[in-house]
């Protein structure tokens, strides 16, 4: 098989692990590479799926190939955590939550209202943000969204995600980590959007509860 190399990290890091897996195993190396990163988020999809592209880019594996292993990769990732939900059920759910500071029974209970109205649109774009690509699975197991279901959503969200990851490292060339510092301001910025959100929550939460006290109080 054809080699390439990386101009950041050709024999460390996940760049160098990545391409060690792409040239020894082809597009079932990118498929691994892809369902380890849904199992374990650190390994970043912004560093692998540029890099796969670049790897179609020099020949060493056909787009198709890219495109159809990595998505595959993201399935099978996705629906170990969506088993894990599952497996962990909605009952151990509520009893972990209702040992938790700060939150209450029925803020769970508009989560699982919201996520019954809307879990179909959350696993499709949650497919394509960086945080939540993983996470999303979770709850879907835990609600028991019909797995033909889930695994459509997934596969089709995936497969547009990947894509344009993919072809931007294929039409970047060596250039490709270009990609991973633009999506990395992004997770960024989705990361801090998230910790913005649960301040607020739980600052609502706290002066919520004070104001219960003191209407109950004398």
């Known amino acids: 098989m054809e080699q390439f190399t990386v101009t950041a990290e050709p024999t460390g890091g996940i760049a160098g692990w990545a391409t060690s897996l792409v040239e020894t195993m082809g597009g079932p190396g990118a498929g691994l ?3 380890l990163e849904n199992l374990f988020p650190p390994l970043p999809s912004e560093v692998i799926l540029p890099l796969t592209g670049f790897a179609a880019g020099n020949g060493v594996i056909s787009l198709f190939s890219a495109l159809f292993w990595t998505t595959a990769g993201s399935v099978v990732g ?3 955590l969506y ?3 599952n497996l962990f059920g909605r009952e151990r759910m509520y009893a ?3 040992r938790l500071p700060l939150v209450k029974t029925s803020d769970l209970e508009k989560t699982e209202a919201w996520f019954a109205k809307h879990g179909t649109k959350a696993v499709f774009f949650g497919r394509m943000i960086p945080v939540f690509r993983s996470l999303i699975s979770v709850p879907a197991g835990l609600e028991r969204m019909p797995v033909p279901l889930f695994l459509l959503l997934t596969a089709l969200g ?3 995600w990947n894509f344009l990851l993919i072809m931007a490292g294929y039409w970047l060339g060596d250039q490709w980590e270009m ?3 633009y999506v990395g301001m992004f997770s960024k910025a989705v990361l801090a959007l998230v910790v913005v959100a ?3 929550m739980i600052t ?3 002066r919520a509860r004070r104001t219960a006290r003191n209407h109950e109080d004398p």
């Open 33 to 35: 590479a892809i369902a």
């Open 78 to 80: 996705a629906f170990a």
């Open 158 to 160: 995936s497969s547009i």
């Open 83 to 85: 088993q894990i939900g």
């Open 198 to 200: 649960l301040a607020v």
């Open 204 to 206: 609502r939460t706290i």
């Open 179 to 181: 990609v991973e510092q």
């Open 96 to 98: 972990l939550w209702a």
